[in-house]
């Protein structure tokens, strides 16, 4: 077991951000380490109802929770972040689903306990008072739009879309924003695919997510009167919840609400050709359930119920490393949909919140952090055949030492990929059935790629 000279040790500047040192391996986040690189700030409890999904507001040098409570919208001022002040609760539909979008100084609330979408007007906060009504459809719909499981706004194009509830088969319903957000118009629909349980649009491209027949459809949304389905693709849970482009419009990733679920990542810089790219999740083997993923820059935060939340480098989104969490779910661990609903991600500050649906006693709980956003320490590389230079298949690679432990097997090409986010010292041992084992020690910085490319002699062989 030594470090031979038929290892390269190239180091060499990377692009897309990424200072590469070319020597040789790879391995995946294995175990959960609880509440890493985010520090806790303050917690509030609703006794009384439960919690859904968060979002977040920022106007005049303030920052707002938005939260979903049981019994209506909830808002918290959260400018400090240690000492989070309940501003006024709007009364809606008494249901524990709740998810909440904004557009300029309008949000807006869907519920599945009905009464169509909730707008408020939160121009005048801090102060309580505050204008809000229920819109119910016009038009062709008049009247006619009660529940609604989930919504998303196209920010760019001045657009809501209403996923799930009662009209069309659960399909998307179209609103147009732009002329007076406080009463949509509505202008179309997409249910040629049927119910849409939740979705992401951007500049007018729907990514929407159909959890019943697990696969996520890209549709050009250009003409509300026409869309145009270009492609689908099945996730590796294949009961697709939520999905979140990367800002660069390159990556999707998706979340599967399944218990042992993954995040994934796809490249859909070309979206008639979609390609798999990395699939990763908080607590190998402990059975959580993934929920929302959301973006920020070269992070994906994402809430995993019992897990709490992830913070997951995406920098290289065909080798997704986890590089924080924070447990919010102290009671447990493992499936099931107890824990951590959603996370808001993007706020001026940095600050993210994070809602627990119920805590005990059917009391929700609003979290809030600070997060310290890392760069993970990449390690990849090729495993081959010293002698024939062919590639080998499943020849397993470990980090030792590391917390968690990373280890990975080589695919069918040989190829690895892995990474963490401690920098240091730490020795990498590559094993495989029939052939000598492999180690050397190799030094993780963040933001640097090591490629590791291996050559296992077989045993019996003398490796001089």
């Not at 509505?186 to 939740?198: E, M, P």
């Not at 495989?432 to 062989?461: A, C, M, S």
Request: proline share 4%.
């Amino acid at each position: 077991m030594q470090f031979r000279s038929c290892l390269s040790a190239i180091a060499r500047s990377a692009k897309a951000g990424v200072a590469l040192v070319t020597l040789t391996v790879l391995a995946t986040l294995s175990l959960f380490s609880q509440n890493l690189n985010n520090t806790f700030r303050s917690k509030i409890s609703f006794p009384g109802q439960t919690l859904a999904n968060v979002w977040g507001y920022e106007s005049r040098g303030r920052e707002y929770a938005l939260v979903g409570g049981a019994k209506g919208l909830i808002i918290v001022d959260i400018t400090n972040p240690d000492a989070a002040q309940q501003i006024i609760q709007i009364s809606g539909p008494n249901n524990l689903w709740k998810e909440i979008k904004t557009y300029k100084h309008y949000a807006y609330i869907t519920s599945e306990g009905g009464q169509g979408i909730q707008v408020v007007d939160l121009t005048d906060l801090p102060s309580p008072t505050l204008q809000s009504h229920f819109y119910t459809g016009d038009g062709a719909i008049l009247g006619q739009l009660n529940a609604i499981h989930a919504l998303h706004i196209d920010e760019t194009k001045g657009f809501l879309y209403a996923w799930g509830g009662n009209l069309f088969g659960g399909g998307a319903k179209i609103f147009d924003l732009k002329a007076d957000p406080y009463n949509p118009v509505y202008v179309g629909k997409f249910d040629q695919l049927g119910y849409i349980h939740d979705g992401y649009v951007d500049n007018d491209t729907m990514y929407s997510c159909h959890i019943y027949d697990g696969q996520y459809a890209i549709v050009n949304m250009a003409d509300k009167s026409a869309p145009e389905l270009i492609n689908t693709q099945t996730t590796p849970g294949a009961f697709v919840h939520n999905t979140w482009i990367t800002d660069d419009r390159r990556t999707i990733l998706a979340t599967d609400e399944v218990n042992n679920s993954f995040l994934s990542s796809w490249d859909v810089s070309d979206p008639t050709d979609i390609k798999f790219l990395d699939k990763i999740q908080s607590n190998p083997g402990s059975s959580s359930m993934v929920h929302n993923t959301y973006v920020r820059g070269n992070w994906a935060v994402t809430s995993w119920y019992k897990d709490g939340f992830t913070i997951v480098d995406i920098t290289r989104p065909d080798n997704l490393v986890q590089v924080g969490n924070f447990d919010t779910y102290p009671q447990g661990q493992g499936g099931g949909s107890s824990g951590c609903w959603g996370v808001y991600h993007n706020f001026s500050s940095g600050t993210i919140i994070a809602s627990n649906i119920d805590a005990g006693g059917g009391a929700g709980e609003l979290w809030i952090l600070t997060p310290n956003y890392v760069r993970a320490c990449y390690l990849e590389g090729i495993i081959t055949d010293a002698l024939t230079g062919l590639p080998l298949q499943n020849a397993q690679v470990q980090v030792v030492g590391s917390n968690p432990l990373l280890q990975e097997l080589s695919s069918i090409n040989g190829l690895y990929k892995t990474g963490q986010q401690a920098e240091g010292y730490y020795k990498v041992t590559v094993t495989k059935t029939g052939y000598q084992d492999f180690e050397t020690f190799i030094h993780f910085q963040r933001g640097e790629l090591i490629e590791l490319n291996v050559p296992l002699f077989p045993n019996g062989i003398r490796n001089v």
